[in-house]
């Protein structure tokens, strides 16, 4: 019989990353579940158990300059060997760039940038020996858009991991390793609330919003077959497609009138 899958989720305290949790134990995998709230983590790896899964749980702050060596050293020296690795973990800085601490962007960029692909060089060679692995990397639809006020790194973090995504699947799909980027649109989570984005303007953007399950069941199951980019559900999809092919000019227009509502300033 086959040994059981092991899939190492971050950001699995909350909203996607509890989702793909889920998902993958219902699947049959042992999931490390890795967040910085410890209690949560705990909470979710009991409920996984009584499904006879294997939950490991390992706290970190992926924004931290070699969180995602000490990670990976942590996650060899439980004995686990990671066959899906979901790179879930997410927050912005809502306010403007100039007004921040260099070092809480910079945070941003290890959470977002780095720590994903450090996760991944860390445990693709393992995939590749075996000729089999999944990498799911959690983008945002923000990756296809021109930008505005306010999270001004988020969208050029999220195009990163779209683009690393899509040349890493290149490299190594044909050698049994998918790698999807999945770019959500609007996903009924603790985001807003975790970064204080303010929500009054959002009626029309909520109306069409996904559940994380939603997103996380398109997102496992278009990895599986083996698709580079995933925009989960039907509204989203449309706007990616109008993101896409419309001209930048238009866009642009488009893209910081609908940013407006949510700047909170300096
Ligand atoms: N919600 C949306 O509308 C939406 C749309 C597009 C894309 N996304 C992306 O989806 C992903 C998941 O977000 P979500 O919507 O599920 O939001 P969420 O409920 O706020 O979950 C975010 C997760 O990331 C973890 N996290 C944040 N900062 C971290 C850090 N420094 N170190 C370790 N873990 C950290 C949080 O855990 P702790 O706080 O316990 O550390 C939490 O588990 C993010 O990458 C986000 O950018 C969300």
Not at 24 to 45: P, T, Y
Not at 122 to 148: D, K
Request: hydrophobic fraction near 45%; aromatic fraction near 6%; glycine fraction near 10%.
């Amino acid at each position: 019989m086959n040994p059981r899958r092991y899939a190492l989720i971050t950001g699995a305290s909350s909203g996607i990353g509890a989702a793909m949790a889920r998902l993958a134990v219902s699947n049959g995998c042992d999931v490390g579940l890795v967040a910085r709230r410890a209690d949560r983590l705990e909470a979710l790896a009991d409920e996984l158990r009584a499904s006879d899964a294997r939950a490991g749980v390992f706290m970190a702050d992926l924004s931290q300059a070699g969180a995602a060596q000490k990670l990976a050293g942590e996650v060899s020296a439980s004995g686990a060997r990671v066959d899906i690795l979901v790179n879930n973990a997410g927050a912005t800085v809502t306010k403007g760039f100039a007004g921040t601490a260099l070092a809480e962007q910079i945070a941003f960029l290890e959470l977002t940038v780095v720590t994903p692909a450090a996760l991944a060089h860390a445990f693709l060679p393992n995939m590749l020996a075996r000729s089999w692995g999944r990498i799911i990397n959690v983008s945002s639809i923000a990756a296809l858009s021109s930008g505005a006020k306010g999270n001004t790194l988020y969208p050029a973090g999220k195009s990163f991991l779209l683009k690393f995504s899509q040349s890493l699947n290149a490299e190594v799909k044909a050698r049994g390793v998918h790698v999807t980027a999945v770019l959500p649109g609007f996903v009924s989570t603790e985001f807003q609330a975790a970064n204080n984005i303010p929500m009054e303007g959002g009626g029309a953007t909520r109306r069409f919003s996904q559940t994380p399950e939603e997103v996380a069941q398109e997102a496992w199951a278009r990895n599986e077959k083996g698709h580079e980019i995933v925009v989960p559900g039907g509204p989203p999809k449309l706007a990616a497609a109008f993101m896409r092919f419309l001209p930048e000019t238009w866009m642009r227009a488009l893209t910081r009138a609908a940013a407006e509502k949510y700047y909170v300033g300096e």
